[in-house]
């Protein structure tokens, strides 16, 4: 099944990296083989969560993970989400860059 | 955002306002066209605008000036305004400001001598969540700290 990612492309989430944020998921993504459909959002309104990385289950967008704010930083912390997701996320060291 | 302007010139100034003289809401669309072509709004056109829409300089000269992206003189090749409205000061930006002013060796509002980056300040982004925030080449950029304001810096300089 494919995989749904919903990244915000909100000038306040692109702002703090949701363009690079959703580039390096579909590198990795493609990468691994594993096939995603990253899908550009509009606002959340969670500015201060964002770039927000939301990754919507078996049984749809109700029932999803998010992860937020995607840094590389907070992605340490969120090993056991990495599990769920089934990749590696590199995502770019510096920004803005 | 690096555009190669051509230098002002009387008659390709005329075309670009007869081009445009027929639309609704000629002058501001007449005044971007300008600055399109040539990088700023050269203070001859102005005179031009006028004539061309049957208006008094002073009211092409007014909406000129009342909207701060209208240059008066060519930019450099790049362009960050960094946002100095209220929002962004209380998280910081006067240390930002400051700190990039230095880096650049010149004041906000003006342009390196090597023409390569134009300094600017600017009245909100809409991006207050994010502050204190700028706008570089035309890509927002938010939660500046001093570590991205000089790698931002350092990017210009490459």
């Not at chain 2, 066209?33 to 102005?46: D, K, M, R, T």
């Not at chain 2, 790049?78 to 930006?93: I, P």
Request: one cysteine or more; proline letters at 4%; glycine letters at 8%.
């Amino acid at each position: 099944m494919m995989m749904r990612v919903y990244v915000s492309r909100d000038a306040g989430a692109v702002a703090v990296g949701a363009d690079d944020v959703a580039l390096a998921l579909e590198q990795v993504a493609s990468k691994r083989g594993i096939a995603i459909e990253t899908i550009r959002t509009g606002s959340r309104g969670l500015y201060w969560l964002e770039p927000m990385v939301e990754i919507a289950s078996r049984r749809g967008a109700s029932r999803s993970a998010q992860l937020a704010p995607v840094t590389s930083h907070r992605w340490s912390t969120l090993l056991p989400l990495k599990a769920l997701i089934r990749f590696d996320l590199v995502f770019p060291k510096t920004f803005p860059g | 955002m690096t555009w190669v302007h051509e230098p002002w010139d009387t008659a390709r100034g005329a075309e670009i306002i007869a081009e445009h003289s027929q639309v609704e809401g000629a002058t501001l669309v007449i005044l971007h066209a300008l600055q399109e072509a040539f990088g700023y709004v050269p203070q001859a056109a102005i005179p031009m605008v006028a004539w061309a829409l049957n208006l008094s300089h002073a009211e092409v000269y007014g909406v000129f000036t009342f909207y701060h992206d209208f240059r008066k003189k060519r930019a450099g090749r790049h362009v960050l305004k960094l946002c100095r409205a209220e929002a962004c000061q209380a998280a910081g930006g006067d240390r930002l400001a400051a700190r990039a002013e230095a880096k650049l060796g010149i004041a906000l509002g003006d342009t390196t001598a090597d023409d390569r980056v134009t300094f600017e300040p600017i009245y909100c982004l809409g991006l207050c969540a994010t502050a204190p925030s700028a706008i570089l080449d035309g890509r927002v950029v938010g939660r500046l700290d001093e570590a991205r304001i000089d790698a931002i810096v350092a990017e210009l300089q490459r």
